[in-house]
């Protein structure tokens, strides 16, 4: 994962190794963040933050 800005409602790609899923994720720039919310993203492949909107896909690692 590279470093994005956290709140954004955007779109993230996240694979295995990214789990336990999380948002703001590690790699999320914190100072405009919101309190952490994990994220069950394992079943369904797609998950979207409930603070901030960010929509998260779970993809195969290459």
Known sequence: ???VVACQNQK???TQTDLPLCCPTPAMQLWNGHPR???PIEESGHEVCPY???EFVLIESK
């Open 1 to 3: 994962m590279n470093k």
């Open 12 to 14: 993230i790609e996240v």
């Open 37 to 39: 919310v994990f994220l």
């Open 52 to 54: 901030c909107g960010t």
